[in-house]
């Protein structure tokens, strides 16, 4: 399928099932109001049912938005897609579920009750096998261990299938009889002796899952995420299973509970460990664009020098020393990842303007007050701003031009200004050199990404541009600090 088609399709069935299940939910506040069945069928409800109608309306209502998440999520993993068929299966269930507890007892939808369990029992065992592949696909599972317990599953999906259609078969034909569950010709449901079958295979699947899970030996937050999803729902199960609780069903609301903690704990993780990794392979590229030398910043360091060498032979061995730790520093800033201290970029930004200051011939003047120096930021926060300041402000004025830097902080923030009177420039406009954009762009985005931190510009034509780096304490993200 093409992705124009795969997107319309995707469109197409997101709007079918908000549809559905804006239906099912005004059936249900209709139903709970004025215990009848629904809008168009009056059909008076019991407690129980009423009860199991609310909590499959408010598992729906917060499964959806899950659900539609995932659907239009472009980059979805194959695990993702599995966990997509789980959410869906599950809704399906709830759906069905709340149509089970609409139409039994109501005459004339005794084939409708007897399709919509049959869909309900299949449901189940189509989620538990999901899961287990969803396992499979997470944790890259192999070995003879694991295809034995697939086979097993694949059987026992086969067994309960071919089980549960013939259970349908079965009460259609002899009405009160069945081996799961039966339909009476008066349209009631009611487990049969033989239901303890389906039990046993749940929890033998759980059972199977359980070991699974253990043999992995996953890391201990994704055990216990992953365990939700066999304990919550076989714990329902189980209490189901007793007599004085009978009709009330929660196994589907209660699995939509393990799906929200699986999501959050596992799929969340790996969204994040994703995001990571786009951004580690974005702001590579960012730093390797703004570490390059540039060939006209090169020509003119280098022809400075050489007429430097017939006034001073001494300025020129300075220089000429500054030029080679430029070079070697610029290199080593594409290995560092991460966080630098303002030290280390300072060192930077120092060798840049002392080049700078070589070519201008005292054209402008450097002031600095940096009070801590062990403050981290990410690499290359400063240097674009200062290489703006110089080439679209200071540059521009004949004489009398200052670059002003400065650090301090208060209770709540670390401030770090840079500040020119040069030209200046209209903020509202896009920077002229593509260079300066993707500069000014990758320090706001990474400030950000690193320390929730932001980036401030302030500028008038001919008066000059501020540009206000601010850092929150404490305010690093964990999961950013890659290595320095």
């Not at 319309?8 to 239906?23: H, Q, Y």
């Not at 290199?331 to 303002?342: F, R």
């Not at 770090?416 to 593509?434: A, L, Q, R, W």
Request: aromatic fraction near 14%.
């Amino acid at each position: 399928m093409n992705n124009k088609a795969y997107r319309v399709a995707k469109t197409l069935f997101a709007i079918s099932t908000t549809l559905l299940v804006v239906f099912a939910i005004l059936f249900g506040f209709n139903a709970i109001y004025s215990r009848n069945i629904g809008l168009f069928i009056g059909h008076p409800l019991s407690a129980s049912s009423i009860t199991n109608i609310a909590v499959d309306m408010a598992c729906i209502a917060c499964a959806l938005p899950l659900f539609l998440n995932i659907v239009y999520n472009k980059n979805k993993s194959r695990s993702l897609v599995i966990f997509e068929l789980i959410i869906l299966f599950d809704l399906l269930n709830l759906y069905v579920d709340e149509i089970a507890w609409w139409v039994d007892g109501l005459p004339g939808y005794r084939w409708l009750n007897i399709l919509d369990n049959t869909l309900f029992y299949f449901n189940g065992y189509v989620m538990l096998f999901l899961f287990y592949m969803y396992i499979r696909q997470e944790n890259y599972v192999k070995g003879k261990v694991y295809k034995v317990i697939y086979i097993i599953l694949v059987v026992g999906f086969i067994l309960m299938t071919i089980l549960v259609i013939g259970n349908a078969i079965y009460s259609a034909i002899s009405p009160g009889k069945g081996i799961f569950y039966s339909v009476s010709e008066n349209n009631v449901y009611r487990r049969e002796s033989l239901y303890f079958i389906n039990l046993i295979y749940f929890a033998l699947v759980y059972i199977a899952i359980a070991y699974l899970l253990f043999m992995l030996r996953p890391h201990i937050k994704k055990l216990l995420s992953y365990l939700s999803y066999v304990l919550i729902p076989f714990g329902v199960t189980i209490i189901q299973s007793i007599p004085q609780v009978y009709g009330f069903s929660f196994m589907y609301p209660a699995c939509f509970v393990a799906i929200g903690i699986l999501y959050i704990n596992v799929q969340l993780e790996k969204d994040k460990e994703l995001a990571r990794m786009e951004f580690e392979v974005e702001e590579q590229k960012s730093i390797n664009i703004l570490s390059q030398v540039q060939p006209h910043f090169l020509y003119n360091v280098l022809n400075s020098i050489y007429y430097l060498a017939d006034k001073d032979s001494e300025l020129t061995k300075d220089a000429i020393d500054k030029f080679s730790r430029y070079l070697r520093a610029s290199l080593n800033l594409k290995q560092n990842t991460g966080l630098i201290t303002l030290k280390e970029e300072m060192d930077y930004v120092n060798l840049y303007v002392n080049l700078e200051l070589i070519r201008f011939e005292g054209q402008f003047e450097v002031q600095m007050d940096i009070k801590d120096y062990d403050l981290k930021i990410p690499r290359l926060s400063i240097q674009p701003l200062v290489e703006n300041a110089i080439k679209h402000g200071l540059s521009m004025k004949e004489t009398g031009g200052i670059l002003y830097i400065k650090e301090y902080s208060d209770e709540d923030h670390y401030y770090i200004i840079i500040e020119n009177n040069g030209e200046g420039f209209d903020t509202s406009k896009p920077y002229s050199s593509d260079r300066s954009h993707i500069g000014v762009e990758s320090v706001r985005y990474r400030l950000n990404h690193f320390e929730n931190g932001t980036l401030e510009i302030k500028s008038d034509i001919e008066t000059g541009t501020k540009c206000t780096i601010i850092i929150p304490r404490g305010g690093g993200k964990e999961d950013a600090n890659f290595s320095t």
